[in-house]
């Protein structure tokens, strides 16, 4: 539980301001008449106080117990967000009799999460660890590595339907993995600097307020990867049966990775007059997808995932704006 201590400035001499610090911290650290502590302004104008910069964040650890009645989708998300919240060992301990069911969570972790694997087992225990520190790619390349990932998703699902070709389109599906893990680390890796907010900056970040609309464009980010699996699945059951595909389902198509581009370059940019631009292109895509009068089934379903990219393209341009008004705030705030 926190406290919340007050003081009076004090001025000593003519040109330095003193403050006392709570008698009971430092004896809780051990502190002492002419130990070294530090002050570190933040992004919001507080002042940090520790004694240590070099301590290192606990490793946290937790234990769960897979039940014979557990849903495996369920215990996987129960033990997803564990990772997510900063524990960096997770013990999932069994029965040896749910030991199938225990190598299905497994099974379902290591292909979902980045660098969260099975260090040490026994026949009633498999212990995860994390063996990529959040910390060890900077949040701005994980954004480029999942905008890069999905516009390639995107891209040959595009080639795969132009050319008829299903061994493009079946990568697509099996990359969607990849794109699921990053997406995980980017959360994994907001959530790690909101808990600690003295570290924003070193996230390349202004403000903490920025947090929730950078996890928003990666959450988009995500979700078009998903619209590209289901526009890959469908092609190929459209393959399958002789179909073509049509020109103007190709070109709606071709529009909407442009302007998922556009979005997620902006992204980096924070160019909010360009955004503004971008937006009103996405805008002219939908209604020109709406005006369509498509009856034949697959199309509609094609149509409307296309749709949906163009949807979360305006969620990425609106995180931009959002941002680059933000850091407009915080810079006239100084």
């Known amino acids: 539980m926190s406290k919340l201590y007050i003081r009076n400035l004090q001025l000593t001499g003519n040109a330095t301001y003193t403050v006392s610090v709570p008698k009971e911290w430092v004896k809780m650290l051990g502190l002492d008449k002419g130990s070294k502590i530090y002050l570190e302004e933040m992004p919001d ?27 495996v989708e369920s215990f996987v998300r129960r033990i997803i967000a564990a990772y997510l919240a900063g524990f960096s060992i997770v013990t999932l301990k ?3 009799e749910l030991r199938d069911l225990a190598i299905s969570v497994r099974r379902m972790l290591e292909s979902s999460v980045l660098g969260f694997d099975v260090l040490r087992e026994s026949k009633s225990e498999f212990t995860f660890y994390t063996v990529i520190d959040e910390d060890s790619m900077k949040l ?126 902006l992204l980096f940019e924070l160019d909010q007059w ?28 094609l149509a409307n995932s296309i749709e949906r990219v163009l949807g979360y393209s305006m969620n990425i341009i609106e995180a931009v704006i959002d941002i680059s008004l933000i850091r407009e705030a915080v810079k006239q705030s100084e």
Not at 57 to 63: A, N
Not at 150 to 177: A, F, P
Not at 277 to 295: D, H, P, Q, Y
């Open 45 to 71: 104008g507080s002042l940090r106080i520790y004694s240590n910069p070099a301590k290192e964040t606990p490793t946290l650890s937790k234990e769960m117990e897979l039940g014979r009645g557990d849903d």
């Open 94 to 96: 069994f029965d040896p």
């Open 140 to 265: 701005s390349d994980a954004l480029a590595k999942l905008r890069e990932d999905t516009h390639y998703m995107l891209e040959d699902t595009h080639s795969g339907m132009r050319n008829l070709d299903q061994n493009v389109l079946r990568g697509v599906i099996e990359q969607d993995q990849i794109v699921d893990k990053l997406y995980l680390l980017i959360t994994k890796q907001i959530t790690s600097m909101l808990m600690r907010p003295f570290k924003i900056k070193d996230y390349g970040l202004e403000s903490a307020a920025e947090a929730p609309h950078i996890f928003l464009a990666a959450r988009s980010m995500e979700r078009i990867s998903d619209h590209a699996v289901l526009l890959a699945k469908e092609s190929l059951d459209m393959i399958s049966e002789g179909r073509e595909f049509p020109d103007w389902i190709l070109g709606e198509l071709r529009e909407s990775i442009d302007l998922f581009d556009s979005s997620t370059r």
């Open 274 to 301: 360009e955004a503004d631009e971008v937006a009103r292109r996405i805008n002219e895509a939908i209604r020109s997808l709406k005006g369509r009068s498509v009856s034949d089934s697959w199309l509609q379903i």
